[in-house]
């Protein structure tokens, strides 16, 4: 069993800068991907990043590209989301997932919410116009 709790978010304005973290117990770690996903009001979670368990190898869904990196430090259980140049349709809850598939040949396995075992409860971003 691995435990995801996520912290970070907020209320922002367009052009700011958060940084959503989310620290995993339980089994340990570094056996993980790990990824992030975003549910706005009336939409479906999607995807918005992942990260493979050394930290290697990293996806991100096109409208983010460029502005959030994600990141990982194994020894602190931690996974990181920063999110540069926020937009107001960046809007939504934020939720840390983790897979017990450590790294997938087809990187579009990443995306699905399916591939993910575990979910955290999700933190609010907000940006405002």
């Known amino acids: 069993q691995v435990q995801l709790e996520e912290s970070g978010g907020g209320l922002v304005q367009t052009g700011d800068s958060l940084s959503l973290s989310c620290v995993a117990t339980?089994?340990?770690?570094?056996?993980?991907?790990m990824g992030w996903f975003r549910q706005g009001p009336g939409t479906e979670r999607s995807f918005v990043a992942a990260i493979s368990y050394s930290g290697i190898s990293e996806y991100y869904t096109d409208s983010v590209k460029g502005r959030f990196t994600i990141s990982r430090d194994n020894a602190k259980n931690t996974v990181t989301l920063q999110m540069n140049s926020l937009k107001p349709e960046d809007s939504a809850v934020y939720y840390c997932?983790?897979?017990?598939?450590?790294?997938?040949?087809?990187?579009?396995?990443?995306?699905?919410?399916?591939?993910?075992?575990?979910w955290g409860q999700g933190t609010q971003v907000t940006v405002s116009s």
């Open positions: 339980g089994e340990p770690f570094s056996n993980y991907a």
């Open positions: 997932a983790a897979s017990l598939t450590a790294y997938f040949s087809d990187a579009d396995r990443y995306t699905r919410n399916n591939e993910y075992d575990y």
